[in-house]
Structures are given as C-alpha cells and as structure tokens.
C-alpha cells in the first residue's frame, strides 16, 4: 500500500518555473514506477512524463520534453517533476500515481495506476 501527496503547484507566469513534489509513504515505493498525469478543465487526464523503478528510466509527452524533468529520491521516497518555461496550455490539475513494477518499460494508460495522490493545481498566466 502507497499513500501519495503532491506539493508545489501554484500560479506562474508563462516562462516561468515551479517544481512538484510526489511525497510517498509505504516500504515498497523503490518498486512503484510513478507518472505524473494531468488533467485540463473539460479535458480528460492525460499522461505527463513518468520515472521507472529500478533502472530509473525516464518517459515524457512531447508536448514536454526539453522543458520538464522527472527523478526520484527512493531513500526519501520522493519524486519530482521540475517544470519549466512554463505555458498558459500546462495548466492543469496535476496528479501523481504509482503502479508496482519492476519493468523498464512505460506504462501511458491511467487506468493501469492503482495509487493516487489527490492533485496540485498548476496555473500559468499568458
């Protein structure tokens, strides 16, 4: 079992940075891969860049890539997902989630994720 809560959501301008923290509780986390997803107002959720867990392969959306890095800090059992050159279209709730897997590989559906944590509100302004 995982209890996930995520920090650091806010409200930004666009260029401009925010760092989110996934904090985990549970004696298994270094065997959860963990994504983050995000969800739009009117949109449905959609898969954001995620970290796997032993090989710490790293995946992203391409709407993301150069601009978003994910890690994680298993002894702290932590994940971040470090935002930058924000834009007014990265706006939305942003939830992290965690499946138990040892696999290098990724997994994009959020149906397969069975830990969630309960979303922090990202806001870029143009």
């Known amino acids: 079992q995982l209890q996930l809560v995520e920090s650091g959501g806010g409200l930004v301008q666009a260029g401009g940075s925010l760092r989110l923290s996934c904090a985990a509780s549970?004696?298994?986390?270094?065997?959860?891969?963990v994504t983050w997803f995000r969800q739009a107002p009117g949109k449905e959720r959609e898969f954001v860049s995620s970290i796997t867990s032993r090989t710490g392969n790293t995946y992203y959306t391409d709407s993301v890539k150069g601009r978003f890095t994910i890690s994680r800090d298993n002894a702290k059992k932590m994940v971040y997902l470090q935002m930058n050159n924000l834009k007014p279209q990265d706006t939305a709730v942003y939830y992290c989630?965690?499946?138990?897997?040892?696999?290098?590989?990724?997994?994009?559906?959020?149906?397969?994720?069975?830990?969630w944590g309960q979303g922090t509100q990202v806001t870029v302004s143009s």
């Open positions: 549970g004696r298994t986390f270094s065997e959860h891969a």
């Open positions: 989630a965690a499946l138990l897997s040892g696999s290098s590989a990724v997994f994009y559906g959020d149906y397969e994720y069975d830990y």
